[in-house]
C-alpha cells in the first residue's frame, strides 16, 4: 500500500492512494492518527482497510510533502556501492564499516517540489537512494530481524552542496543540510509489499533531463539493507518514523570530467523498483528583499 503525507484545500494531511477506474485517488485517513509518523507508531497501518466515499481528490489535485514530515532522525549511508570508493580517486582504501552522517527534515523537500540551488554554491548535485523508514524500533537489532522493523520505503535524492562538504576535515554536515537541496517521495511503501529476498536486488535508476546517470541494484551494496539496520541501532534507539538513506551508486555529477552539477530548470528523476518514481525541478532561491 502507497502512504502520503500532502496538502489539499491549504489542509495538511495524510492518507493512501488508491488505483480505482483508471485514476489514482487519495484516501484521507487522519482520522486514524494526526500524521503518518504517529499512525506508524501505534500500529494503525496494519491490517487496514481502505474504504471511499466517493469524493476523493485525485492524486494530481494535492501537493505532496515528504511522506514523515517531522522524523526524529534522517540517517544516512555514504559510500556504499561496488566502486563509489574508486570514484573518489584519493587512494584509500573501502572501510570496514559504514560511512554515517544526519540530515535535517528542512534540507528535504516533497516530490514536484523544486530542488533549491542557494547563492552560496552552484555546485548541487544528485544522489539517487533507496530511503528505508522505521516500523517498529529497537536497539541492537539483530539481522535476521531487520526486516520486522521496517514500515516501507521510499525514495530520497540525496541532493549536495559538493564544495560545502569539503569545507573541514571528516565532516560533510553542511553540503548535506541546505534548505530544500533534496528531496524525498513521493509516498512510503508498505514493508509487506517486498520480500526479503526482494529487497536484496532493487534497481536503483538516476536521470537528469532524461539521460540516466546511476543505474544499479541493492545486490551490490557493501552494506545490505538488513546490516545497516542492525549496524545503526547499535549506537542509536532507532524509533519509528526514523529515515535510513542507504547510500547512492556511482555516477553522480561531481565524478564527470568536467562535474555536471544541477541548474535552474533541469529535471532529475530517481526511480526505484518496487516504489516509483520521485521526479523535482530545479530552480535558485529567492532571496528575501534586503537578504
Known amino acids: 500500500m502507497r502512504f502520503i503525507s500532502y496538502t489539499h484545500n491549504a489542509q495538511s494531511s495524510w492518507g493512501a492512494v488508491i488505483d480505482e477506474e483508471g485514476q489514482q485517488l487519495v484516501v484521507d485517513l ?8 504517529e499512525a506508524i507508531e501505534t ?32 540517517i544516512c549511508i555514504g559510500v556504499n556501492y561496488a566502486n563509489r ?3 573518489y580517486a584519493d587512494g584509500s582504501k573501502p572501510k570496514s564499516f559504514p560511512s554515517v552522517f544526519m540530515r535535517t527534515p528542512g534540507s528535504l523537500t516533497g ?20 530511503a528505508l523508514v522505521i516500523g517498529k524500533g529497537g536497539r541492537r537489532i539483530k539481522e535476521e530481524d531487520a526486516f520486522e522493523h521496517l514500515a516501507g520505503l521510499t525514495i530520497m535524492n540525496e541532493g549536495t ?6 569545507h573541514a576535515k571528516f565532516n560533510v554536515t553542511q ?46 551494496m557493501a552494506y545490505p539493507i538488513s546490516y545497516l539496520i542492525s549496524y545503526l541501532s547499535t549506537f ?18 561531481a565524478r564527470f570530467n568536467p562535474p555536471r552539477y544541477l541548474a535552474p530548470g533541469d529535471v532529475v528523476e530517481v526511480e526505484v523498483q518496487g516504489v516509483g518514481l520521485l521526479r523535482n525541478g530545479v530552480a535558485d532561491e ?6
Request: glycine share 10%.
Open 30 to 37: 487522519s482520522s486514524l492518527a494526526p500524521t503518518l509518523k
Open 161 to 166: 552542496l559538493r564544495d560545502w562538504v569539503r
Open 286 to 291: 529567492v532571496l528575501d528583499s534586503g537578504a
Open 236 to 253: 542509536c534507539a532507532l524509533k519509528p518514523g526514523d529515515v535510513i538513506a542507504t547510500g547512492t551508486p556511482t555516477g553522480s555529477g
Open 85 to 87: 570508493n574508486e570514484e
Open 43 to 74: 500500529g494503525r497501518l496494519k491490517g487496514l482497510m481502505i474504504d471511499t466515499v466517493g469524493d476523493e481528490p485525485s492524486l494530481d489535485q494535492v501537493t505532496l510533502l515528504p511522506p514523515i514530515t517531522q522524523p526524529e532522525k534522517i
Open 111 to 130: 516530490h514536484e517540489s523544486p530542488l533549491i540551488r542557494p547563492p552560496e554554491s552552484h555546485q548541487l548535485d544528485y544522489e539517487g537512494e533507496i
Open 175 to 220: 553540503g548535506k543540510n541546505f534548505v530544500h537541496s533534496g528531496s524525498i517521495g513521493p509516498w512510503l511503501v508498505s514493508a509487506d509489499e517486498f520480500s526479503a529476498e526482494q529487497l536484496k536486488d532493487m534497481k536503483v535508476k538516476t536521470r537528469v533531463n532524461g539521460e540516466i546517470r546511476q543505474d544499479d541494484t541493492t545486490a551490490n
